[in-house]
């Protein structure tokens, strides 16, 4: 099996520890990333995720011929925001800023081999991972987005 280098999410990661206060009750479900969501927007079949939660974060990590991460994270302020992305610079992770989704929202991509996109909504944030097209990546979040 073929795993996304998921270098992406390290920046998410990072902030993962920082925010671990708030009631893991409180994070959205990873069925907010269906199979049927994940079909639709990417064009793959995923089985169902292996869930960890940590506090106001859920990560859904998908694996299949074309692995993906769905990570949520609740209780997440600009400045947080902010963070995670300055994160994914200094790991040498360049980041371009995504209008029209959220609240926030930017993409890193490393070659043809891992697209992230990120998303603030309010106070949550959604980040999804995978290798397929940017496009595709954006085209889930859309889909997920009207249900944070």
């Not at 199979?35 to 998908?62: D, E, H, M, W, Y």
């Not at 925001?81 to 991509?109: D, I, M, W």
């Amino acid at each position: 099996m073929k795993l996304v280098p998921l270098v992406l999410a390290t920046g998410a990661a990072a902030i993962l520890a920082s925010t671990a206060t708030a009631a893991a009750a409180s994070a959205p479900s990873c069925s907010l990333a269906s199979t049927s969501r994940v079909k639709s927007a990417l064009g793959i079949a995923v089985g169902s995720p292996s869930v960890t939660k940590n506090g106001p974060v859920t990560v859904c990590l998908f694996a299949s011929a074309h692995p993906l991460l769905v990570r949520f994270e609740t209780d997440e302020t600009a400045s947080l925001f902010t963070a995670g992305r300055k994160s994914f610079g200094q790991h040498g992770e360049p980041t371009k800023t995504v209008n029209g989704l959220g609240t926030q929202a930017y993409s890193s991509s490393i070659g043809s081999t891992s697209n992230t996109i990120v998303v603030l909504k309010n106070t949550t944030e959604l980040l999804i991972t995978s290798n397929e097209p940017l496009a595709k990546v954006v085209a889930l979040a859309k889909l997920i987005l009207p249900s944070l």
